[in-house]
């Protein structure tokens, strides 16, 4: 089945300082998600990004089909941003499963 | 709008007990699916279905069960519960276009201890 990498696995910044997550995965995909989840444990949807750019205030993602890479930036973090980066895809062939990556585990100091 | 709803969101079982984990859902989204998320890992997919009466197994399907008898509720059974089934579980849905899901919505998740 879809492999799916994430990187770094943990990330440390001061507050206000910019960074950029990366998903890897092994196949062609025909969805792809970026999740948050809260030091809570809610999972936040971030971006439904197949291919291409969005934004979202001071998120962004790109995913590069073709490279079949995605990455996720997040400009001027704030303390509320720390907790776990997930990016999930579903593979082209493999019926409808999506898969998740193990996750990108960031904190945002004061 | 209630989104997708888990019951309950916390319990504690008895190895060999059986239980059944309740998720619903009002957005009329064809697929729903369960995960398990095992600490300091991401989410791995157990089963899944794409409308009333089709269900499919995930990575981890081993030690559980489901049926999909309205498109509204997807319970997730075990029968025979273990110790290593204790785990955060997580109901998701999302629509169906063509041959792929969209965007996936997920419930608040179950915490599930097995002593």
């Known amino acids: 089945g879809i492999q799916v990498e994430q990187s770094p696995p943990d990330l440390i910044l001061q507050e206000g300082a910019n960074s950029t997550l990366r998903c890897n995965f092994s196949?062609?995909?025909?969805?792809l998600q970026w999740f948050h989840q809260n030091p809570w444990g809610q999972l936040i949807n971030l971006f439904y990004?197949?291919?291409g750019t969005k934004q979202n205030g001071r998120l962004s993602a790109t995913t590069v089909a073709t490279e079949r890479y995605s990455l996720l930036y997040i400009s001027s973090s704030q303390t509320t941003d720390s907790g776990v980066y997930f990016c999930?895809?579903?593979?082209?062939?493999?019926?409808?499963?999506?898969?998740f990556g193990a996750g990108t585990r960031l904190f945002v100091k004061a | 709008n209630a989104g997708v709803t888990q019951t309950p969101k916390f319990q504690v079982l008895k190895t060999g007990q059986s239980m059944t984990l309740q998720c619903a859902q009002d957005?009329?989204?064809?697929?729903m699916s369960w995960y398990r998320q095992d600490p300091g890992m991401g989410l791995r997919l157990i089963h899944y279905?794409?409308?009333?009466?089709?269900?499919d197994q995930g990575e981890v399907p081993n030690g559980y069960n489901v049926s999909r008898s309205t498109t509204e509720d997807f319970p997730l059974r075990l029968l025979s519960a273990a110790p290593s089934q204790t785990s955060v579980y997580f109901c998701?849905?999302?629509?169906?276009?063509?041959?792929?899901?969209?965007?996936?919505?997920f419930g608040e998740g179950s915490r599930l201890t097995v002593l």
């Open positions: 998701a849905s999302s629509i169906l276009a063509g041959t792929n899901t969209g965007e996936l919505f």
């Open positions: 279905s794409v409308g009333a009466g089709i269900t």
């Open positions: 957005m009329n989204h064809e697929y």
């Open positions: 196949d062609s995909v025909n969805n």
């Open positions: 990004i197949p291919s």
């Open positions: 999930a895809v579903g593979a082209n062939t493999g019926g409808f499963k999506t898969i």
